[in-house]
């Protein structure tokens, strides 16, 4: 495959130091580099920036940019598009640390959501960081091949039941079910 990881994701900002604060001491991501410009590297248009990374376990990361003279929300958020859309999801590695992870924000004061069971695929919980960006830590659930490739068999069909419908209303027309899709369970 040509692409072999993710490297990072880059966001606007509100303000580098608050986010770095965040990632770091919320998120217990390690604060690996950071660019200063005065010009985009990649037009040259001008526009003064810091750029700042955080590294997860697997190495890949995530950025922002503070870029204070260029127009628009300073959050980088489009404020016509729902707020739960846009996301960032980082990946934990059980459900005991998604709970301990939940807690120990809450007891820092953030407002978390969920658990929240995405089709027995993934569980989540979302929360906010300092510039509006809505963040989401999750877990695994699924983790038989069967199934697994049970969802990645139907997944065409899923797209293809919307690219008809735009609406689930045939939902259990199709896969005989009103919350989810026709698939083998676990054990059959
Ligand atoms: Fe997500």
């Not at 001008?46 to 376990?57: C, G, K």
Request: charged share 25%; aromatic share 12%; glycine share 6%.
């Amino acid at each position: 495959m040509l692409c072999k990881k993710l490297h990072h994701a880059a966001f606007r900002c509100r303000d580098a130091a608050e986010t770095v604060k965040f990632y770091t001491e919320m998120l217990g991501l390690k604060f690996t580099h950071a660019m200063g410009e005065d010009h985009v590297p990649s037009t040259g248009k001008y526009s003064p920036h810091v750029h700042i990374f955080f590294e997860m376990e697997d190495g890949s990361h995530i950025a922002f940019f503070e870029c204070p003279k260029d127009p628009g929300e300073t959050s980088g958020r489009d404020p016509a598009t729902p707020g739960w859309i846009q996301h960032f999801a980082f990946e934990v590695d059980s459900m005991e640390t998604l709970l301990a992870a939940k807690q120990d924000m809450e007891a820092k004061g953030l407002k978390v959501v969920g658990v929240t069971n995405h089709d027995d695929f993934i569980s989540s919980i979302y929360f906010f960081d300092p510039s509006g960006h809505r963040l989401e830590l999750t877990v695994r659930t699924c983790l038989d091949p069967v199934q697994l490739r049970a969802y990645e068999e139907e997944a065409p069909k899923v797209l293809a039941l919307w690219n008809e419908t735009r609406d689930w209303s045939q939902r259990a027309k199709v896969f005989g079910s009103q919350t989810g899709y026709s698939r083998p369970t676990a054990d059959a």
